[in-house]
């Protein structure tokens, strides 16, 4: 005999569900108070090795992490402010390391959860939604593109920066950053541990830097047909700082630059991805347009030294 299950029994059991997942979850997930602000970390090791975003750190040095309503003090390991990326570590304590994810093997309208505690309460508050997009690019964001992202329709309140975007299973798929344009904005864990990994041996993330100060312009289309080119942008230059990296290459003002290791730059946001780690005190080729020309010229970037490009 076919037993038929009620509408209501479905609903009970899929709240039941996730109140346990988020109680479960939730003695992973703590308290980031830094000098000025208030937000979340996630738990990845015994020890007390916690992630959060690097802007909710404030430029801080030291920080105070809540967990079950105690507060102990916690050092930063080491930040990646491009991909709002930060470690810290507890002085004290024995936490429990939340379960790792695969971001790799999301699928648009998978169901999520985000979890925040941004003031150490005995538990965390959740929103949850589903995956809207991956492998997404936020343009402009905090001065440059933030790529590779994780957008869902789950709101994100203040003080879920730096906390857990989770499967159904209570794995950790991504670390909440930001909710712009009604999309809640995760970082992929896959990305999160790479960052982490690094930070926990003492290596810091460091930038290409070229010496420019440019930005996004249309290519007109006779130069463009002229040049053989497919794109309808470039980043023109409009400034070289003296012994630079570009001043050294012979860039000059007006040049449009147009592809890097043979790699399309339409916009001004392609460069921060361009000018990773690998390129660095290494010969790659610019092309750009000068006066109606396609030209070709070697450059080597150096580290980044504070000026973003």
């Not at 440019?214 to 006779?222: F, G, K, R, S």
């Not at 860039?251 to 592809?259: C, E, S, W």
């Not at 000018?275 to 080597?300: C, G, N, Y």
Request: with cysteine.
């Amino acid at each position: 005999m076919t037993q038929t299950i009620s509408s209501v029994e479905v609903l009970k059991a899929l709240s039941e569900a996730t109140s346990s997942l988020i109680r479960k979850t939730s003695e992973s997930v703590v308290s980031v108070k830094a000098q000025m602000s208030h937000g979340t970390g996630v738990v990845l090791t015994k020890d007390g090795y916690i992630v959060t975003c690097n802007h909710v750190l404030s430029g801080c040095s030291a920080v105070k992490i809540g967990v079950g309503e105690k507060t102990v003090t916690a050092k930063i390991v080491g930040t990646d402010p491009y991909n709002d990326v930060a470690l810290v570590k507890a002085e004290k304590g024995e936490f429990t390391p939340i379960e790792m994810g695969n971001s790799e093997k999301l699928n648009v309208g998978q169901y999520v959860l985000a979890l925040a505690n941004p003031f150490n309460r005995n538990q965390s508050t959740a929103t949850s939604g589903m995956v809207t997009s991956i492998n997404g690019t936020i343009r402009g964001w905090r001065g440059t593109a933030m790529e590779n992202i994780i957008a869902t329709d789950a709101q994100l309140n203040p003080g879920f920066s730096g906390g857990p975007l989770i499967d159904v299973e209570g794995r950790l798929i991504g670390i909440n950053a930001a909710y712009v344009w009604q999309r809640g904005i995760a970082i992929p864990i896959n990305k999160v541990k790479a960052i982490t990994d690094r930070l926990m041996t003492g290596k810091v993330a460091q930038k290409g830097y070229l010496g420019i100060i440019a930005n996004t312009v249309a290519i007109p289309e006779e130069i463009a047909e002229a040049a053989g080119l497919e794109q309808e942008t470039g980043v023109m230059i409009f400034s070289v700082e003296a012994g630079s990296p570009a001043r050294k290459a012979g860039l000059a003002m007006g040049d449009v630059l147009v592809k890097f290791n043979d790699k399309p730059v339409t916009e001004f946001y392609n460069l921060p991805r361009l000018l990773a780690e690998d390129v660095i005190d290494k010969e790659v080729t610019l092309t750009i347009i000068r006066k109606e020309s396609l030209i070709e010229t070697a450059i080597v970037p150096v580290v980044q030294g504070g000026e973003e490009d």
